[in-house]
């Protein structure tokens, strides 16, 4: 099988490409040729689209139909166009926002919006010269496009009167500064630079991110491109000559790789794709049936496909955060009816905080994969030109793991367990490693926005529980004897069957064993929770069917790892003090076959079997000892080191012809030998110990031996 081979020259050509920032200036616009232009203001766009986009909210044409023309003054318009206009007073301003000043003609109409009489000031001095005012409508001022049918006419004629001035310069008078958004005239500059500051007809500047903005990046990467030298290689096994393409981005695995180390282009690319998918549900946004948290919950679960799916490889910088938020702020408005300002300040959903959350989850995991994992491999290579400083740690994945100084310590920070560690690590260094681990997550946790995994799903299906539990219809106090007695019966059944099995086996002594653990939460003080573990075993002789031995064994659940009896857990809990007593009876079982082997004790051959039946009553318990694949990772969080402990120690008996054969018993069903091994849990509650194994020179021996 033959692979083609990519050849890729990453870089940039002899002038690098840089970045443009700040607004578009009009000679980047000049230099695009844009064909499509406002009918208001004059302004080129890209598209028809854009154009009709930009009428809608252009300063000029907002301030056209602002402006008061008493030319169409009156009641249903029935003055519309009877105004006579006697001359053209002067104008102001360049071509494409000129303002012209207009001497009407006496009349009587109502201008003011309280209905009161309005007439127009004295527009002229005693030599004849016109007074500008305050630019506004009230001294005759008007838009050139309120005028239009004046430029053939009075313009013109002033025009001619004034041939001093250019038709197509701007226009303006010495001694008076004017606002050019809205013509506001005033004899003081700081007040019109005061005033032109908060001018609410003053345009938006073009963004970078916008249509236009797109076009300019575009045609520098082209020009870029162009400028990078041509490379020619030789492919060393056929000999053929390949011409290298100049690329500043491409796409790999569907993310898109820029050359300028920035995700910009994958950002839009994803935000774009989910744009679709966002607006093609818009009648389910606006259903009125769908409460908001619903909506919400499926805008949550939606983003996280569309969006997540590339945010592993985004650079997080601040404007990339301020670019997530401004575009869920929007999406936000289309959802609850407000405005994306407002919605982005409400933060109904991070999304920044979403996907760092990810991204550092996805961190620990792959940090703690197998070695042979692909994506390990590439993150430690990433990892360390982070610590090296080729690449900075802010916007990295990396960006919100703990400092470091060097990989490897990383790795135990996230809680890394080499293959086969207690093969050649401590139960206590595991149990280290598994702390960190814990410690990762819970860093993880809060990370994670308020809105994620939200208690509101959880309780609902708290509810659901509560409900299935309330439709089991009640049973009597002889129903329930009549159940446990049918229990009682059916785990000494399974008994027997397995104690028929091992003597079909040829086993001629066996170990019946009980065994349970118990715990106790502190209501207040951590420091207070008990856990322990306890066991019982009868050792019978198959052949005489006689009891030879009992014995018997409880502590508490040990989290010291200094101990000798430690066997990996790191917490108090239940679950702890079932798995706590696993150890134990395993190792009192193989050292008892140690003592018995040969001519001492009960005298069992070298390879004689030796049958062990397990009694249990949590299924935790029997399935993190017996599962065939190792734990998943929800199980591994916190119990990872006792569990592969117990696994281990069961792989020793194996090996040492102990053959183990499992068997359930429900509870507190009365039954004798599941109560008594919970008596003895109790008692190492209490703080009583008997027969405790040493575990650590138990897991010692095995390493060195095996």
């Given at each position: 099988m033959s692979v083609g081979k990519c050849y890729v020259r990453w870089g940039v050509?002899?002038?690098?490409?840089?970045?443009?920032?700040?607004?578009?200036?009009?000679?980047?616009?000049?230099?695009?040729?844009?064909?499509?232009?406002c009918a208001g203001c004059e302004r080129k766009e890209a598209t028809m689209a854009s154009r009709c986009g930009h009428e809608h909210r252009c300063p000029y044409v907002c301030l056209v139909r602002h402006w008061h023309n008493p030319a169409t003054a009156g009641d249903g318009g029935e003055g519309a166009g009877t105004w006579e206009v006697e001359r053209v007073l002067q104008l102001r301003g360049p071509p494409e926002a000129r303002y012209v000043q207009l001497l009407w003609a006496p009349t009587d109409l109502d201008l003011d919006a309280d209905g009161e009489h309005h007439e127009f000031g004295d527009l002229e001095d005693a030599e004849g010269q016109p007074r500008s005012g305050d630019g506004s409508w009230a001294y005759g001022w008007?838009?050139?496009?309120?005028?239009?049918?004046?430029?053939?006419t009075l313009i013109a004629d002033w025009l001619r009167d004034n041939r001093d001035i250019d038709p197509q310069g701007c226009i303006e008078r010495l001694g008076e500064w004017r606002c050019e958004h809205c013509n506001y005239i005033s004899t003081s500059q700081s007040r019109t630079h005061r005033h032109v500051d908060k001018c609410r007809f003053k345009p938006l500047p073009r963004r970078r991110d916008s249509v236009v903005g797109r076009m300019l990046a575009r045609r520098d990467v082209e020009q870029m491109q162009q400028q990078f030298p041509k490379i020619t290689i030789t492919d060393p096994d056929t000999g053929e000559m390949t011409d290298l393409q100049a690329k500043h981005d491409t796409t790999s695995l569907g993310h898109i790789f820029s050359a300028d180390a920035?995700?910009?282009?994958?950002?839009?690319?994803?935000?774009?794709?989910?744009?679709?998918?966002f607006y093609r549900a818009t009648p389910l946004w606006r259903?009125?049936?769908?409460?908001?948290?619903?909506?919400?919950?499926?805008?949550r679960r939606y983003l996280m496909i569309l969006v997540y799916a590339g945010a592993v490889c985004w650079v997080l910088d601040a404007a990339a955060l301020k670019n997530l938020n401004h575009w869920n702020g929007a999406k936000m408005a289309a959802i609850t009816g407000n405005t994306w300002k407002a919605e982005n300040k409400k933060r109904r959903v991070d999304v920044g905080g979403?996907?760092?959350?990810?991204?550092?989850r996805l961190l620990g995991e792959v940090l703690r994969a197998h070695p042979d994992d692909m994506r390990r491999g590439e993150l430690i290579q990433h990892a360390e030109l982070v610590r090296k400083g080729r690449i900075p740690k802010a916007g990295s994945i990396v960006m919100d793991a703990p400092d470091y100084d060097n990989v490897e310590e990383l790795k135990r920070k996230a809680g890394y367990v080499p293959p086969g560690a207690l093969e050649t690590l401590t139960v206590a260094r595991s149990a280290k490693l598994e702390r960190n681990h814990v410690q990762w997550v819970?860093?993880?946790?809060?990370?994670?926005?308020?809105?994620?995994?939200?208690?509101?799903?959880?309780?609902?299906?708290s509810a659901g529980c509560k409900n299935e539990e309330q439709q089991a219809a009640p049973q009597t106090e002889e129903e329930n004897e009549l159940r446990m007695q049918q229990l009682r019966e059916r785990t000494a059944l399974e008994i027997v069957e397995a104690t028929d099995q091992l003597r079909s086996q040829g086993v001629r002594y066996v170990w019946l064993v009980y065994h349970d653990g118990g715990y106790t939460p502190a209501e207040k003080d951590k420091s207070k929770e008990k856990s322990g573990w306890g066991y019982t075993a009868t050792v019978t002789d198959l052949q005489t069917n006689a009891e030879i031995e009992q014995r018997e064994g409880y502590g508490p659940v040990q989290l010291d790892p200094d101990d000798n009896t430690f066997c990996g857990c790191i917490q108090l809990s239940n679950n702890t003090a079932e798995l706590s007593a696993v150890p134990h009876v395993l190792t009192d079982a193989i050292c008892w076959r140690r003592r018995n082997s040969g001519r001492r004790g009960v005298g069992l051959a070298a390879h004689e079997p030796l049958g062990m039946i397990m009694v249990y009553d949590s299924q935790y318990t029997?399935?993190?000892?017996?599962?065939r694949r190792p734990p998943d990772g929800a199980r591994q969080l916190k119990n990872a080191t006792?569990?592969?402990?117990?696994?281990?120690?069961?792989?020793?008996?194996?090996?040492?012809?102990?053959?183990?054969?499992?068997?359930?018993?429900?509870?507190?069903?009365?039954?004798?030998?599941?109560?008594?091994?919970?008596?003895?849990?109790?008692?190492?509650?209490?703080?009583?110990?008997?027969?405790?194994?040493?575990?650590?020179?138990?897991?010692?021996?095995?390493?060195?031996?095996?």
């Open positions: 050509g002899a002038q690098p490409l840089t970045r443009r920032t700040g607004p578009i200036t009009n000679e980047e616009l000049q230099s695009l040729n844009l064909q499509f232009e008007q838009p050139m496009a309120n005028c239009l049918n004046l430029t053939r920035s995700s910009d282009k994958d950002m839009r690319a994803r935000m774009a794709k989910a744009d679709v998918e259903c009125p049936v769908l409460t908001r948290k619903s909506k919400l919950r499926m805008y979403m996907i760092r959350y990810w991204r550092r819970e860093d993880d946790e809060r990370l994670k926005p308020d809105e994620m995994g939200s208690e509101e799903e959880n309780d609902e299906e029997k399935d993190q000892c017996t599962m006792v569990v592969a402990v117990c696994r281990r120690l069961i792989q020793a008996a194996v090996e040492r012809t102990i053959d183990i054969k499992w068997v359930k018993v429900k509870g507190h069903s009365d039954d004798a030998g599941n109560d008594a091994a919970d008596l003895r849990a109790n008692w190492a509650q209490s703080g009583g110990t008997k027969n405790e194994q040493d575990i650590d020179m138990m897991m010692s021996h095995l390493r060195d031996h095996g």
